[in-house]
């Protein structure tokens, strides 16, 4: 049942506008389907009706005839009157024992000619599970298309007996068996079904439309606020509930983006405001003597000024002021491992893989997970696959890697992968920070773990669109 569930699930449109024109046919095919069985019934009701009417007024109009006829004629006007669909006996008890529902049609019909409402008269309509009804030799040339036209239904023979009590107190029995009508669809009768379909798609198509392309400019919106891509508040267009979410979508990103850009530009400032007072310390300690107090206090200083250093770097990471450009990935890794060094750092082969980024800032990000490897595994292995819709690059070393535990924490500012306060080995602990804020901003994700042979491995996803 899970299996079928799944298969069915699978099928059925995953858009907006397919789901929409599947469930409007349905209905239009539900509700068609039901008329045409209505109307079919109705069908068969009226064939039956004027069916059923006609043999009656034979039958009353026969009455009339053998009512005043002698004994003697009356075989003559049995014979004239049958024919190969409705037969006409006399005798002294009637066919039809009693009187079915449906047959007061014919029962009103026949007191209504003959202008006797007492005169005894019974009928009785029934279905009978029989092969269709034969075509008789003796059936004129001109009946048979009729004939065959109310046997195309293949369905089971209604059968109506008539009894009509004579002036001289015998019985006239009247048999006529009728197919009640199948279903017959013609060109005609389907070109309006094909019509209200095709009315059905163009309106589903419509409607999807204005409802579905709002929305996926919304999706396209979200998508380049998550990547850090400067656009234009998205227009107001779709139905109300989609204006809204529009609307509530462009107020957030206004709050969002002055929400970064007020951190952003309060950090920046704070770190270029102690730029003066540390390098006014670093002048003063200069003219001092050379002793173990000034030496480690200049220390401090320079470690001061390459912390405010790198957090002006982190600010402008965040800052995302650099336009967007599509560039070929491989070809910029190519540029970087050459920077590093070929001793350094290393490239696997790869086919140009185009994708729409910032070039610096991701250069910047990537130069940081290499210097990263290269300084704690010694060498930094470049590779480059394509995934659907994503760039996938790993930066992997062959160090001790990390434990468990720190493999997420790393990436917070100033945690370092080492603990001394050695710059030389260490730095200031905002070069993964950096990394994971520029790939972020891209819209990406930067993850690390441990490889099985020994290293760490830095993998980096980015949207290519």
Do not use: Y
């Given at each position: 049942m899970t299996l079928e569930r799944t298969s069915l699930r699978r099928l059925f449109p995953q858009s907006l506008g397919g789901q929409l024109l599947v469930m409007l046919l349905l209905a239009l095919a539900i509700t068609q389907g039901l008329g045409l069985l209505l109307l079919t019934d109705e069908r068969n009701r009226a064939v039956r009706a004027a069916l059923g009417l006609e043999a009656a007024g034979r039958a009353a109009n026969v009455v009339l005839l053998l009512d005043d006829a002698p004994a003697d004629l009356r075989p003559s006007i049995l014979r004239a009157a049958n024919s190969p669909l409705v037969r006409f006996e006399v005798g002294s008890d009637p066919d039809a024992p009693h009187d079915s529902a449906d047959a007061d049609f014919v029962l009103g019909q026949v007191r209504q000619i003959l202008d006797q409402p007492d005169r005894d008269v019974r009928a009785d309509v029934h279905a009978r599970p029989l092969d269709p009804f034969p075509m008789p030799d003796d059936m004129p040339a001109a009946m048979r298309p009729m004939h065959q036209a109310m046997m195309a239904g293949q369905t089971d023979p209604v059968e109506m007996t008539l009894s009509i009590r004579l002036a001289g107190g015998d019985w006239l029995n009247v048999t006529t068996m009728f197919h009640r009508p199948g279903l017959q669809l013609s060109p005609q009768a389907l070109l309006p079904l094909l019509l209200m379909a095709v009315a059905v798609a163009l309106i589903a198509w419509w409607?999807?439309?204005?409802?579905?392309?709002?929305?996926?400019?919304?999706?396209?919106?979200?998508?380049?606020?998550?990547?850090?891509?400067?656009?234009?508040?998205?227009?107001?267009?779709?139905?109300?509930?989609?204006?809204?979410?529009?609307?509530?979508?462009?107020?957030?990103?206004?709050?969002?983006?002055?929400?970064?850009?007020?951190?952003?530009?309060?950090?920046?400032?704070?770190?270029?405001?102690?730029?003066?007072?540390?390098?006014?310390?670093?002048?003063?300690?200069?003219?001092?003597?050379?002793?173990?107090?000034?030496?480690?206090?200049?220390?401090?200083?320079?470690?001061?000024?390459?912390?405010?250093?790198?957090?002006?770097?982190?600010?402008?990471?965040?800052?995302?002021t650099e336009p967007s450009a599509q560039i070929d990935l491989a070809a910029l890794l190519v540029d970087l491992v050459s920077d590093v060094g070929e001793e350094s750092a290393t490239l696997a082969p790869t086919q140009p893989l185009l994708a729409t980024i910032r070039p610096q800032s991701l250069l910047r990000a990537l130069r940081n997970l290499m210097d990263n490897a290269v300084r704690y595994g010694g060498v930094a292995m470049v590779k480059l696959v394509e995934e659907p819709g994503l760039a996938v690059i790993t930066i992997s070393d062959r160090g001790a890697g990390l434990p468990e535990d720190q493999l997420e924490a790393v990436f917070e500012p100033y945690v370092r992968l080492e603990g001394s306060r050695n710059r030389d080995t260490g730095g200031v602990g905002l070069g993964l920070a950096i990394a994971r804020t520029i790939i972020q901003a891209h819209g990406g994700t930067v993850t690390l773990r441990n490889l099985p042979g020994g290293g760490l491995e830095a993998a980096i996803r980015l949207p290519t669109g």
């Open positions: 409607t999807a439309r204005r409802v579905v392309g709002p929305m996926r400019v919304l999706a396209v919106g979200a998508d380049q606020l998550g990547r850090g891509l400067d656009a234009d508040p998205l227009p107001m267009a779709g139905p109300i509930e989609v204006r809204e979410t529009t609307r509530a979508f462009n107020r957030m990103k206004d709050r969002l983006t002055r929400f970064v850009n007020d951190r952003t530009h309060m950090l920046a400032a704070l770190s270029h405001d102690l730029r003066s007072p540390l390098t006014a310390m670093r002048l003063r300690i200069e003219m001092l003597d050379e002793t173990d107090d000034s030496i480690r206090l200049k220390a401090l200083v320079e470690e001061m000024q390459a912390m405010v250093e790198a957090t002006l770097e982190f600010a402008r990471g965040v800052a995302r």
